[in-house]
């Protein structure tokens, strides 16, 4: 059995534990609504890029990502990732997707990718061999895992957001650029408002992103620590509900435990793309302390609540921030990116 397919029993076997111990979380008062900013517009992208040179584009890959999704319900939560983790790191321009070389190693193979399923690179693959039979030379890689990732969030349950096209494929992928462009599962607040902010995401962007949370899983060891050994009290995280914390210290001990273990972000819901991942928040079920975090600052947490009161409204913001994620540093042109046929390798 590959890792991956014992990872995905694990995670059932997890989520199904957790269901069991917990009863429904107690619904929370939700107060003071607050405005979420939606608007800002990407000019380098447009909607209508492909119209001429490949009117077919999005049907192509989604004859893809619906098959996939079908054999393969993992690739949906770790494809939205690959595409935070492309964009994040020298914008989205698909440089996640190439492959290392002698001497020179890739941002796929950084220590914050390793846990990024094949699933998530093969869907790609096999959209871009498609769209490459049909509309040759013409679409890069990043559009297609741009178009992916929203065709998942889609399959999930989530919103079906226009994408704005236009990106073309970028000529660098450095392993080292990676880790400091990422959030780390236990960034503060403050941390995580710098990096989004660095990338032009507004702070009810970073809330709204972090709804990605409503679906997934995440290994024992980016969350092990608040089990056990709070910033080094020995003790757990206050902020997490104690049957949670007991279910969570039976999948994951200190010592010993093993790697391949995840537990679900959403227990409640953990395969649909709902907007259960706030109230989880509020009910101290957030997984990650990054997580959790949103609730517990004073800034973010009149998003939460406005968030999980309102699937209509964290599907807008959503959209809106997904729209902005995929304009981080885009490249257009021969000048400033490249067109690749095989989205692993430089042309
Ligand atoms: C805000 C800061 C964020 C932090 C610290 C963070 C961290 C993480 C970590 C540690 C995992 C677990 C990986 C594993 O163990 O395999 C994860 C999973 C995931 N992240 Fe994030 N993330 C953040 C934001 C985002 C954003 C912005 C998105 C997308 C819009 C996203 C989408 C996902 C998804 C869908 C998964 C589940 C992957 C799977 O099940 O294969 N995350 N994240």
């Not at 846990?115 to 871009?128: C, D, Q, T, W, Y």
């Not at 309102?310 to 990116?337: L, N, T, W, Y």
Request: net charge positive; charged share 20%; with cysteine.
């Amino acid at each position: 059995m590959s890792p991956i397919s014992s990872s995905s029993l694990l995670s059932l076997c997890v989520c199904f534990f957790i269901f069991l111990l917990l009863p429904t979380s107690e619904s929370v008062k939700i107060n003071k609504p607050r405005a979420t900013n939606v608007t800002r517009h990407h000019r380098q992208l447009s909607y209508d890029y492909h119209a001429k040179t490949c009117p077919q584009l999005e049907q192509l890959v989604a004859s893809v990502t619906s098959q996939q999704y079908r054999e393969s319900p993992i690739s949906g939560p770790s494809t939205i990732r690959l595409f935070f983790h492309d964009c994040f790191v020298e914008g989205c321009d698909a440089s996640i997707l190439i492959a290392s070389r002698p001497g020179s190693m890739a941002e796929k193979d950084a220590q914050d990718n390793k846990n990024l399923p094949v699933e998530a690179f093969g869907s790609i693959r096999k959209a871009k061999a498609l769209v490459e039979e049909k509309c040759p030379g013409v679409v890069s890689c990043a559009d297609i895992l741009a178009i992916a990732a929203r065709d998942f969030v889609h399959l999930a349950g989530g919103p079906y957001y226009q994408v704005k096209k236009g990106r073309w494929d970028g000529r660098i992928s450095m392993a080292s650029r990676v880790s400091s462009n990422l959030p780390r599962a236990n960034s503060t607040v403050d941390q995580l408002l710098k990096l989004f902010t660095s990338k032009g995401l507004s702070l009810e962007d970073l809330v709204a992103l972090s709804g990605a949370h409503t679906i997934g899983f995440a290994h024992c060891e980016h969350f092990v620590t608040r089990l056990y050994n709070y910033r080094g009290t020995k003790q757990p995280d206050p902020s997490i509900d104690p049957r949670f914390l007991k279910a969570l210290r039976m999948s994951c001990p200190y010592f010993g435990g093993n790697v391949d273990v995840v537990a679900p972000f959403d227990v409640t819901t953990p395969f649909s793309f709902d907007h259960a991942y706030y109230g989880n928040l509020q009910a101290k079920m957030g997984l990650l302390a990054t997580d959790q975090a949103l609730f517990l600052d004073p800034r973010t947490r009149p998003i939460v609540l406005e968030l999980g009161k309102d699937k209509q409204k964290f599907f807008q913001a959503f959209s809106a921030a997904m729209e902005k994620m995929g304009s981080i540093g885009v490249k257009r042109g021969r000048k400033h990116g490249e067109m690749r046929k095989d989205c692993g390798v430089h042309p």
